[in-house]
């Protein structure tokens, strides 16, 4: 892959990486049990999946670096569908307005309700669909629906219309409030979480689930990029794709930081089928 198709920031990184790899390496994979892998023995896991789950922090270079280079692997590999967390529902007919260039960069900027890192992050992978004339899946439900269950809980959907309906999961939610990872996200809130919050994420998670098996097709593979805590230790979107389509194989990926790549940390063991564990001091994108 060219530099000149990276971000600023993607090139500074890779850039280290070059120079280096091999006394002072930025990022490493691991299993879930905390074994070291191999970039080709990630793809050929990631391969065998009909939906890949890509958990990413949101302001980490590595994981956008991979995202990109993994997303071109696969799609040398067969029939790809991308799909992503940063894209509400409600925007897909703008979304596909661009991929099919019947408007540019900066009417997408205006009319759809972009992440303020999507020129450094997204972008790229969206312009690679663009290229490629693959479907891109704006997969998360709209945020004024998520702000309304953060302050009312899931009440607050019932006086949606049916029209605006098809942007969220169908109802009523489903939802297991002592999931562990929800249990994580209260205590991690501390005083500022509160139930409504919890359900207000699994309404994001259950969309994101829904949009997914919504546009799974067999012959495909789907790829998805999501923040790690949505599908963390196989919860968030993956238990909601667990009861939609139970029967497809779903592969996760999650990234971590920590001091130094040698070693999986054990706090980190069993987060995902596949760990990307990225040395704290890399910058972040934003």
């Given at each position: 892959m060219s530099l000149r198709s990276l971000p600023l920031i993607g090139v500074l990184v890779l850039t280290s990486l070059h120079a280096f790899a091999q006394s002072l390496p930025a990022y490493a994979l691991f299993n879930a049990k905390g074994k070291p892998i191999a970039h080709k023995g990630m793809l050929r896991q990631l391969q065998q999946a009909d939906i890949i789950l890509f958990g990413e922090l949101h302001d980490n270079a590595i994981a956008h670096w991979l995202q990109l280079e993994v997303t071109r692997e696969l799609i040398a590999a067969g029939p790809?569908?991308?799909?992503?967390?940063?894209?509400?529902?409600?925007?897909?007919?703008?979304?596909?307005?661009?991929?099919?260039?019947?408007?540019?960069?900066?009417?997408?900027?205006?009319?759809?309700?972009?992440?303020?890192?999507?020129?450094?992050?997204?972008?790229?992978?969206?312009?690679?669909?663009?290229?490629?004339?693959?479907?891109?899946?704006?997969?998360?439900?709209?945020?004024?629906?998520?702000?309304?269950?953060?302050?009312?809980?899931?009440?607050?959907?019932?006086?949606?219309?049916?029209?605006?309906?098809?942007?969220?999961?169908?109802?009523?939610?489903?939802?297991?409030?002592?999931?562990?990872?929800?249990?994580?996200?209260?205590?991690?809130?501390?005083d500022h979480g509160t139930p409504d919050m919890v359900k207000a994420q699994a309404l994001k998670d259950a969309t994101m689930a829904y949009s997914i098996a919504e546009r799974f097709r067999p012959g495909q593979r789907f790829i998805h990029y999501n923040g790690s805590f949505h599908s963390d230790h196989f919860e968030g979107i993956n238990w909601y794709l667990q009861r939609l389509r139970p029967e497809l194989k779903r592969v996760t990926i999650a990234t971590v930081t920590q001091a130094g790549v040698k070693k999986l940390d054990a706090e980190y063991l069993g987060r995902a089928d596949i760990i990307i564990v990225v040395d704290e001091d890399v910058p972040g994108t934003y």
């Open positions: 790809l569908v991308l799909g992503a967390e940063m894209i509400e529902r409600d925007d897909q007919v703008t979304l596909d307005r661009y991929l099919r260039g019947e408007i540019d960069q900066a009417a997408f900027d205006t009319l759809a309700r972009l992440w303020k890192n999507h020129a450094s992050d997204y972008k790229p992978l969206v312009d690679l669909a663009k290229e490629k004339g693959l479907p891109f899946v704006a997969a998360n439900v709209p945020r004024r629906y998520a702000r309304a269950v953060n302050r009312g809980g899931f009440e607050a959907l019932d006086t949606v219309s049916d029209a605006e309906r098809v942007w969220i999961a169908p109802l009523p939610i489903a939802f297991d409030p002592g999931l562990p990872r929800y249990q994580h996200m209260l205590t991690m809130m501390g």
